[in-house]
């Protein structure tokens, strides 16, 4: 009866050190955080339901054609298709790490004919000199992870693969932005195109009412090269721009994995919707973005790394177990009297390496030390992202109405210096420099628009895809808030 308590006893502190690890306990640094942002301004008037978590994020504009281009992108962009790769790498190497927690089960077969040497040492009068060797049999071997081991390299090998499937949704959302950017610049390009081809029009006709009134000894010779030089410029302009959207949508067809030479998007002066933007707080954005998620990651692994390093001075125990049958034939091999068996555990334990576990705990420490930095800097890049685009945002849409005005009263400036000019009340002077002031107010309010809705993707890039939190990150989240903070 003692014997067998003995027996449990061993067997329950054997379970009690299993289920130990070297590890430092765990939890993200905290980080700085906010209740509103600086730049969020008097200008958000909507409500979180304006994008719902089930929408891709690309459906505030409201652009069908965009939102078929963003389909295609996730299935056929190559760089995507790379980064899921490096996912499917990371999940099969957490795969290969957790198979150590398992027992190593083998089989062996040999079946041999031997010669001795004539000259061996020992070599006895009976002894023959040809004779067979068969052997059939088996091995069992279970390392006992008595210090966290393998275990730590199982999880460190897991937060390396969630940390890789952030790097994928990172790589996938920057992808969908980029897209999104070229392809509001393309329909800016549109519209500017749109209106240096109506300015070409009218241009030409005033070129063309100059022409008869220099004909009929009204207007002179300066009136007529200042009307051709306008026409000229505004012809300039409009091929610039049509250079512009080529390259553009080169950009584009390499985005969604089409060759530049097979794709083009036809013309559209249809505006785009500048998204509403609801309030926002600093938690949203921690847990939006996949960066600062594969950063977080990061460190988690290397925490684990640390356990990994400091298990190394411990004795590394198994135990192993093989059998089988062994004779000088295949004849009754696999009888009771050539079956044989050993069953036992072992122990390595090293004594002296010249300090290269140590090294290797100050590696792990030091990596550790990285990956925080990493992860803070992730983090206040993050609220920059958000500052820098709230602001934007925000001064844009200023800007754009007083830019609009300056629109209204250049083109009626317009007007009143082509009719005077008719009449004979000013020079051709005056319409060129009201036509080149127009012209470049409507330009510049159709630029405005242009970076308004590029500010408004930007902002959704930098808060990880919107303003509503994935239910996956909110899990992650909830795991990661009973841990506590270890790192040297």
Aim: glycine fraction near 8%.
């Amino acid at each position: 009866m003692a014997k067998r308590l003995g027996r449990f006893g061993a067997l329950a502190l054997l379970a009690c050190v299993s289920a130990c690890s070297m590890a430092p306990p765990y939890r993200p640094p905290a980080v700085p955080a906010v209740a509103t942002f600086k730049e969020a301004g008097p200008w958000q008037v909507a409500a979180p339901a304006d994008t719902a978590a089930h929408q891709p994020w690309w459906t505030v504009f409201r652009d069908a054609e965009l939102a078929r281009l963003e389909q295609k992108l996730d299935s056929d962009n190559p760089t995507l298709a790379g980064a899921l790769g490096r996912y499917d790498q990371a999940r099969a190497y957490l795969a290969e790490a957790r198979g150590g927690l398992l027992p190593t089960v083998g089989v062996n077969t040999d079946v041999s004919r031997n010669r001795q040497s004539d000259n061996r040492p020992l070599r006895g009068a009976n002894q023959p000199d040809f004779y067979p060797a068969d052997t059939i049999g088996g091995t069992v071997s279970y390392d006992l992870d008595l210090w966290g081991r393998i275990r730590d390299s199982v999880a460190a090998g897991k937060a390396e693969a969630e940390a890789s499937a952030d790097d994928l949704a990172a790589s996938k959302l920057s992808l969908e932005a980029q897209l999104a950017t070229s392809y509001i610049l393309l329909r800016g390009y549109d519209r500017q195109r749109a209106l240096l081809s109506a300015a070409v029009d009218a241009y030409g006709e005033a070129d063309a009412v100059t022409q008869r009134r220099f004909r009929g000894g009204i207007a002179s010779g300066l009136d007529i090269g200042r009307s051709g030089t306008q026409l000229a410029e505004a012809q300039a302009q409009l091929a610039d721009v049509n250079a512009a959207r080529a390259l553009t949508e080169h950009a584009i067809a390499s985005l969604i994995g089409t060759p530049a030479s097979t794709f083009s998007l036809p013309a559209s002066n249809a505006p785009i919707t500048v998204p509403a933007i609801p309030p926002l707080v600093a938690s949203t954005l921690l847990e939006r973005r996949p960066d600062v998620a594969a950063a977080e990651r990061r460190m988690a692994a290397a925490n684990a790394l640390i356990g990994v390093a400091r298990a190394a001075f411990f004795p590394n125990l198994s135990l192993r177990a093989q059998g089988g049958f062994e004779n000088t034939g295949l004849a009754d091999l696999l009888t009771a009297p050539n079956f044989f068996w050993s069953i036992g555990p072992s122990a390595v334990l090293q004594l002296f390496d010249g300090g290269k576990r140590r090294a290797r705990v100050a590696i792990a420490r030091a990596a550790w030390s990285q990956a925080t930095a990493d992860y803070r800097a992730h983090v206040l890049q993050a609220f920059q992202d958000v500052e820098d685009n709230l602001a934007r945002l925000h001064f844009y849409r200023i800007e754009a109405e007083a830019e609009q005005r300056a629109v209204e009263q250049a083109s009626q400036t317009e007007r009143l210096a082509m009719n005077r000019y008719v009449k004979g009340a000013v020079s051709y002077l005056d319409v060129v420099t009201a036509q080149t002031s127009a012209l470049q107010a409507r330009r510049r309010a159709l630029n405005l628009e242009t970076l308004r809705l590029q500010a408004g993707v930007n902002l959704i890039r930098a808060l990880g895809g919107g303003w509503s939190v994935h239910p996956a990150i909110e899990a992650r989240s909830a795991r990661g808030s009973d841990a506590t903070l270890e790192g040297s």
